[in-house]
């Protein structure tokens, strides 16, 4: 997966992937325009499909919560276990600056700053596509070694998405 065609972000969530020691799938796709087509593009289902987003929690303290697809944050449990009253969802700008990646590419994997990742306790049950740095780039890994690879505090955070 290296070449031209990949981008700067791609090839730093590539090389953070490589010397986490995970044993991981590169896949590349097209532009999707939901969760059920990302997860029929990389083969899994909905809920195979894990978002990494950032939150604040004050000045300069940021988080990355691994969301899996269908599901949505559970706030009152996320501020209990992180002992805040108060969390954030920054604006783009603020997002990229703070990871390095723009919206739809972020994931902890080579983000210019090493936040603290929380990961929804589904995370780890079975294989997962984890975005990898770029659109339409995701990397499967187990969820259980994606988990111990970020260091990530695991709890059930988050609830299933309203229905439509």
């Known amino acids: 997966m290296t070449g031209s065609s990949e981008s700067a972000g791609e090839r730093r ?9 995970l044993q991981f799938e590169l896949v590349r796709h097209g532009p999707v325009s939901s969760l059920e087509e990302a997860a029929q593009a990389r ?7 894990i ?3 950032v939150l604040r929690r004050g000045d300069d303290d940021y988080l990355f919560v691994l ?4 599901r949505t944050i559970a706030w009152p449990r996320l501020r209990a276990l992180l002992g805040v ?3 954030s969802m920054p604006d783009r700008d603020v997002a990229r600056e703070m990871t390095g ?3 739809g590419t972020i ?5 210019t700053r090493p936040w603290p990742v929380v990961a929804d306790e589904r995370v780890a049950a079975g294989p997962v596509s ?13 969820g259980a070694a994606l988990v111990r690879a970020l260091g990530a505090q695991v709890a059930d955070v988050t609830d299933p998405e309203p229905a439509r």
Do not use: W
């Open 107 to 111: 994931t902890p994997f080579g983000s």
């Open 51 to 53: 978002k990494s987003l």
């Open 13 to 21: 969530s590539r090389e953070a992937l490589e010397a986490s020691g």
């Open 85 to 87: 009253s108060r969390l």
């Open 43 to 49: 083969g899994l289902r909905p809920d195979q499909v």
């Open 101 to 103: 990646y723009e919206r």
């Open 67 to 70: 969301v899996p697809g269908g």
């Open 130 to 142: 984890i975005g990898a740095g770029g659109h339409g780039v995701a990397a499967t890994v187990d």
